[in-house]
């Protein structure tokens, strides 16, 4: 790999604070340790392209745009993104009710299996971020 990794160009750097934001410290940390040569190179698109170029415009806010994710990984059937995006967007301020209202939606728009999932998958992150406050307190 080289100095790939250690050659961090300012899209990085700024793509990575706002990956950082939204996803937190520690997926983002295990994203980049568990990255080799052959799935840097996403990790490093992934960053500066869709964290920096995207996620950073001013047009929307974060809070819009992980309304926008929520329904459309979820209408993509992408669980493992959905699963985390559900975690960013509660991040960037959604509430457990408005994730549900934009499910509901997908089910309409995108197909009743599509929304049965994404509830399942919601309730799944609940259920973990539930458990990781138990284990947090002292």
Request: glycine share 8%.
């Amino acid at each position: 790999m080289g100095n790939e990794r250690q050659v961090q160009t300012e899209k990085f750097k700024q793509g990575l604070a706002t990956r950082r934001a939204v996803l937190g410290d520690a997926y983002v940390d295990r994203s980049l340790r568990d990255a080799d040569d052959f799935s840097w190179p996403m990790q490093k698109l992934t960053t500066e392209y869709c964290w920096d170029e995207i996620w950073n415009r001013p047009g929307l806010d974060r809070r819009s745009r992980s309304i926008l994710n929520l329904g459309m990984i979820a209408a993509l059937n992408r669980p493992h993104e959905l699963k985390l995006h559900i975690r960013g967007a509660l991040n960037n301020g959604l509430t457990v009710e408005e994730i549900g209202e934009i499910f509901l939606q997908v089910s309409v728009y995108c197909g009743i299996p599509a929304g049965i999932d994404a509830f399942r998958i919601a309730r799944e992150v609940m259920g973990e971020l539930a458990s990781e406050e138990v284990r947090d307190k002292p």
